[in-house]
């Protein structure tokens, strides 16, 4: 895949380079900046084109959520362009903003994630085919703090193993991994997750709905 990188710190991103490299990944670009992010993806769309965008969310001019918003202007550019944002710690905030609009194409991992080289890797596969991914840690926070909302029942009419499946499947999981880690049938699998889009109110046919569904309760 031919990857735009995004990401200030020099030692982090030399060793993101040497990682996807390693991968069989070509990085045609790489930036310390929001600003050179916008500027280097304009300039490659002009030429061959890329596959993937990768950023940071905290980035120059402004040090805080600069990667992030540079993210949603090239997706607005870009319509379905895929990004993969990077951010070191958990902020809910900042993935109930990404995913605000179309998921399709998107993901939002931990920093940590990156070391984990299959994550990572199955991540990347996803975001750049379209998918959609939330980092496991951040799932699991959102979800923690879903529980203590009393304003939302929702999560409350799913059973444990439908919330252990949604989370997965909030990951990024295919039926068969979650087959493979749960150790569970195919068809078991299917019931819950029909079970889950039941009590989300979610048609089982809409694009995406695998982190549409984690979505759709968050944001209630």
């Known amino acids: 895949m031919r990857i ?3 990401e200030d710190s020099t030692l982090l991103r030399e060793g993101l380079v040497m990682v996807l490299t390693r991968m069989g990944h070509e ?3 790489q930036v310390g ?3 050179g992010l916008l500027a280097a993806v304009a300039e490659e769309q002009g030429r061959e084109g890329l ?29 379905g362009l895929p990004v993969l944002v990077l951010s070191q710690y958990i902020a809910a905030a900042y993935a109930r903003e ?14 940590d994630r990156v070391g984990r080289i299959e994550d990572f890797s199955r991540a990347l596969e996803t975001v750049a085919g379209g998918g959609s991914v939330i980092d496991p840690d951040v799932v699991q926070h959102l979800m923690g703090s879903a529980r203590q909302d009393q ?17 997965l499947m909030a990951e ?4 068969q991994e979650i087959e493979a880690q749960l150790f569970v049938s195919s068809a078991t699998v299917a ?10 109110g979610l048609d089982p046919d809409t694009g995406n709905r695998r982190v549409r569904a984690v979505l759709a309760f968050l944001q209630r």
């Open 4 to 6: 735009v990188l995004a």
């Open 27 to 29: 990085v045609i670009r």
């Open 33 to 35: 900046d929001a600003p």
């Open 51 to 79: 596959d993937v965008v990768i950023t940071d969310v905290r980035m120059p001019p402004g040090n805080a959520s600069d990667g992030l918003q540079a993210a949603q202007q090239l997706r607005q550019r870009y319509p």
């Open 98 to 111: 990404l995913f605000s609009a179309d998921s399709a194409g998107l993901g939002y991992l931990l920093k």
């Open 151 to 167: 304003r939302s029942g929702a999560l409350e009419r799913l059973t444990p193993r439908e919330r252990e499946i949604l989370q």
């Open 172 to 175: 990024g999981k295919s039926n």
């Open 191 to 200: 019931k819950h997750i029909g079970n889950i889009f039941d009590k989300l």
